[in-house]
């Protein structure tokens, strides 16, 4: 089972600040990797596919790179609304599809 | 526009069992791969089963035995009969769509509540 490692566990920005969020794989993954977004109550929302490419109806502001191990999900300039739970996902080596535990973006 | 509705979440007794729906609409269901991913409360994201559009279907370990994914084609519907409940098989359970070409679940539904509690 491919083990997925989310840092920071929390993340305290201010809005306008930038943000990097890591996954790291425990073994390679190539590029089938896959963020999303977790608000309180809500269900999770697709940002990023494949590594890079980002979800319909995505904001430009969001961005992922990385291949094999090591993933980032980049945040530009925070909105408010960007303050939630993020999630990596990895497909590469399945069953089982597995999640990371999740970093939490909150406001400083 | 794409939707999916769950279903058939209560309190239920340890041992039990209880079948949660999925009714989607604006696409087909079995055209895809579809999934039912989990959340204990204060919990994080857990995959529990996909079933294939050629009809497959994969668990996590953590409920293979007890549960089983379907779906009936003439309702657009995905279910997951769930059998010999434990507690920790209390979350909040989501279907979730894969198109099985990117990785991602692209589409969500808004989850069901499942308590497995005496």
């Known amino acids: 089972e491919v083990v997925l490692t989310q840092s920071p566990a929390t993340l305290s920005l201010s809005p306008g600040d930038g943000a990097t969020l890591s996954c790291r794989a425990s073994q390679s993954v190539s590029r089938y990797l896959a963020w999303y977004q977790q608000k309180p109550g809500q269900a999770p929302r697709l940002l990023i596919y494949d590594a890079s490419y980002r979800a319909t109806g995505i904001p430009a502001r969001f961005s992922g790179s990385g291949s094999g191990t090591d993933f980032t999900l980049t945040i530009s300039s925070l909105e408010p609304e960007d303050f939630a739970v993020y999630y990596c996902?990895?497909?590469?080596?399945?069953?089982?599809?597995?999640f990371g535990q999740g970093t939490r973006l909150e406001i400083k | 526009e794409v939707q999916l509705v769950e279903s058939g979440g209560s309190l239920i007794q340890p041992g039990g069992s209880l079948r949660l729906s999925c009714a989607a609409s604006g696409f087909t269901v079995s055209s895809n791969y579809m999934s039912w991913v989990r959340q204990a409360p204060g919990k994080g994201l857990e995959w529990v089963s996909v079933?294939?559009?050629?009809?497959?279907?994969y668990y996590a370990d953590s409920v293979k035995g007890r549960f089983t994914i379907s779906r009936d084609n003439s309702k657009n519907t995905l279910y997951l009969q769930m059998s010999s409940l434990r507690a920790e098989d209390t979350a909040v359970y989501y279907c979730?769509?894969?198109?099985?070409?990117?990785?991602?679940?692209?589409?969500w539904g808004q989850g069901t509540l499942v308590t497995v509690s005496s």
């Open positions: 079933i294939y559009s050629g009809g497959s279907t």
């Open positions: 979730a769509r894969w198109d099985g070409y990117n990785t991602g679940f692209d589409y």
């Open positions: 996902q990895q497909r590469s080596n399945w069953p089982p599809i597995t």
